[in-house]
């Protein structure tokens, strides 16, 4: 039976950086493919970064109660499919979810034994030129993420382990420890 990691930390932070590059070292562990109604980004391939589904697909998921978990966030819908992620366990493979605090909380509920990792931003300073840098939302999403990220530190206290995103070189080695200890 494999272990199941859960990986949240605020839009911009670093999350999917990181999650990579661990990946990249370490391709024995799996990292869990979300469905999404949000469009897809520059380069994104459906499957592989997202499963993107139109809305009424979507619910219609939620209705049967395909998802481990799910929210709505900028009025985009996401979420993790329950089979997906028992199917990878059962086959004995260590599992990633990159979810929001939330659904992270959500999964834990759920199962127990799943490990929760906050990672933070260096300071909210950082956080907001790095949401700004990306160039991929307006003013008033980047307003909204930064207002959700209050409320995503405060419920970070109910996760296992905390990593401060100040370089990704530390940020993996702590990440590293986590996982593979």
């Known amino acids: 039976m494999g272990k ?21 070292k370490h391709p024995e ?5 979300s469905c999404t109604t949000r469009a897809p980004r520059e380069g994104e391939v459906d499957g592989v970064n997202y499963f993107f589904l139109s809305k009424p697909e979507f619910i219609k998921r939620v209705e049967n109660g ?3 978990e799910w929210a709505e966030f900028s009025g985009n819908m996401y979420g993790t499919g329950k ?14 979810l990159e979810i929001d605090t939330k659904g992270a909380l959500n999964v834990k509920s759920l199962m127990p034994e799943a490990k ?4 933070l931003p260096p300071s909210m300073e950082e956080l907001e030129s790095r949401l700004r840098g990306r160039k991929t939302e307006s ?13 995503e530190i405060k419920n970070s206290e109910k996760f296992d382990y905390k990593i401060v995103n100040d370089s990704i070189a530390q940020a993996l ?3 590293e420890k ?3 200890g």
């Open 4 to 24: 199941l990691f859960v990986i949240s930390g605020s839009s911009g932070v670093g999350k999917g950086t990181v999650i990579k590059e661990f990946l990249n």
């Open 83 to 96: 089979d997906y992620v028992e199917k990878t366990l059962n086959s004995g493979h260590n599992l990633i």
């Open 29 to 33: 562990f799996k990292l869990s493919v």
């Open 66 to 68: 395909d998802f481990l």
């Open 139 to 151: 003013e008033e999403a980047i307003k909204k993420r930064l207002e959700s990220t209050k409320l």
């Open 178 to 180: 986590i996982l593979l």
């Open 116 to 119: 929760l990792i906050f990672i």
């Open 173 to 175: 080695a702590d990440l």
